[in-house]
């Protein structure tokens, strides 16, 4: 079975720093683009970043520019999600998502995590 | 930045009803488009990909088309099960979501 299992959200004050997991399996993981993408309360889905089936390429929005990074390990089947300086606007449900065809170029996801939670709060 | 308008970001159809949802591209994306189904509490799941190929195992009354910077989403015939938000999403350059269109049963 195909499978993304999202952890490591949680609760942290502003400023600081949470690194997001997804575990993949029943796939090819090195053979895709992931992408991280979030929902904040009661919001619209708003892509986050990607990141190439090598590592060699990374994308950003611009509001987590600097902040956040996006990594692989391709040998443990894991993406990441280093979020850094964080705020309140950061708190949301994170997903991880694969590309729907292994391409050279995203093209959008057709497998997702159930979602991690993380609340940035005082 | 491409930025998709998604219209309307609400409305409530009858069971049975054809339901059209717009959304439209800030600039030329081609047929660079997908629309996702998301429940509350869940997931979103992908319906439509290529503006308007049907992912495999999605009920043929939803449907997409268009290009360039129009795109439509119809159910055919609306059913309890189809309540969920509508977001499309443009993959022309990097990735981006349209606001969402909540769909309620009258």
Redesign the interface.
Known sequence: EVQLVESGGGLVQPGGSLRLSCAASGFTFSSYWM?W?RQAPGK????VA?IKQDGSEK?Y??SVKGRFTISRDNAKNSLYLQMNSLRAEDTAVY?CARD?YSSS??????V????TTVTVSS | DIQMTQSPSSLSASVGDRVTITCQASQDISNYLNWYQQKPGKAPKLLIYDASNLETGVPSRFSGSGSGTDFTFTISSLQPEDIATYYCQQYDNLLSFGGGTKVEIK
């Open positions: 992408s993408v619209g889905l708003e892509w990607n994308y929005v611009d997903y729907r170029w995203p093209v959008g996801m057709d997702w995590g159930q979602g």
